[in-house]
Every structure is written in C-alpha cells, then in structure tokens.
C-alpha cells in the first residue's frame, strides 16, 4: 500500500473511517455489553456508591481493551474474513489497512490500557484525585491482638 506524500484530506478522513470500524467504534453495542456487567459489578463492590475515578478507569479500561480486541481478532482472522459475507467488508479483510497495521492498532491501545490497570505505576503517574490507595492494609501482629512481647 503505497501513502501520498501531499495532505489529502479524503484520504486522511477514509484511513481514520477504516481504523474506526476496525476497532468498532461504529457499533458500540458490544461495547455496553461488556460495560453492563463491569459498571454492576463497580456498583456493587463499592456498596452503591463507587468512587468517580474508579468508575471512569474501568470506563477506559472496558473500551480501550474491547477495541484493542476487535483489532487482534481481525488480524487473527485476517485469511478467513474475506471468505464470508459478515467479514468480508471490515477493513482489513477489504484491504484497506495492512494486517501489520491491524497489529499496531491492538498493541498500542492495549499499551494505553495498562497504565490504568497497573497499581505499580501509580508512583510514576502520581496519585489521582479520589482514587484509594494502591499500597496494602497494614500487617497485624505476628502474635496477635493483645499479646505483648517480653
């Protein structure tokens, strides 16, 4: 596939259309299928009333690696796709973006997710605003409440 070298908008506007329906963003139905349950499940941990930063990371989380997953599976399927009729016009399977670029898709926003799903990194990032702490509850004593050592 060979790129222009002048600025072309048609062609800028056709590579990010491809890019969009290679990650699914215009059928963002799986996207609140997977939404659903992770919200309840946010919801229900925090006891009905879930911290926004929280909310907001498994938000991300959810649609960066679902999209990050619609892309792996294209490039994995990318000999079987253009056999059948349901695939057969998503980008890759079309030809309209290379399988290597398919692959860089998925990789990078797996990379964007991770940073949101790594308490270790944490210390790099700085700590956000309403987010708990990602260090562990204090150790008790090795010999238990009320003991006392001699």
């Known amino acids: ?8 908008v048609a062609f800028i506007a056709r590579r990010l259309d491809a890019y969009e329906r290679l990650v699914r963003l215009d059928k963002p139905i799986g996207a609140l299928l997977l939404l659903w349950p992770t919200l309840w499940a946010v919801w229900l941990a925090a006891g009905g ?11 991300l989380g959810t649609l960066l690696m679902r999209s990050a997953g619609c892309a792996i599976n294209d ?17 890759l399977a079309a030809g309209e973006i290379t399988p290597r ?10 990379a964007l997710a991770f940073p949101a799903a790594t308490p270790f990194l944490s210390a790099l990032r700085g700590p956000l605003p ?9 150790r ?3 010999c238990g409440a009320g003991c006392s050592r001699a």
């Open 49 to 59: 009333r879930p911290h926004l930063g929280i909310v907001l990371v498994f938000i």
């Open 75 to 91: 490039y994995a399927d990318r000999e079987f796709d253009p056999h059948v009729e349901r695939t057969r016009r998503r980008p």
């Open 1 to 8: 596939m060979s790129y222009p070298l002048a600025v072309d």
């Open 140 to 142: 008790a004593s090795a």
């Open 130 to 138: 309403g987010l708990p702490s990602c260090d562990p509850p204090p």
């Open 101 to 110: 670029e398919a692959l860089m898709v998925a990789v990078v926003l797996a």
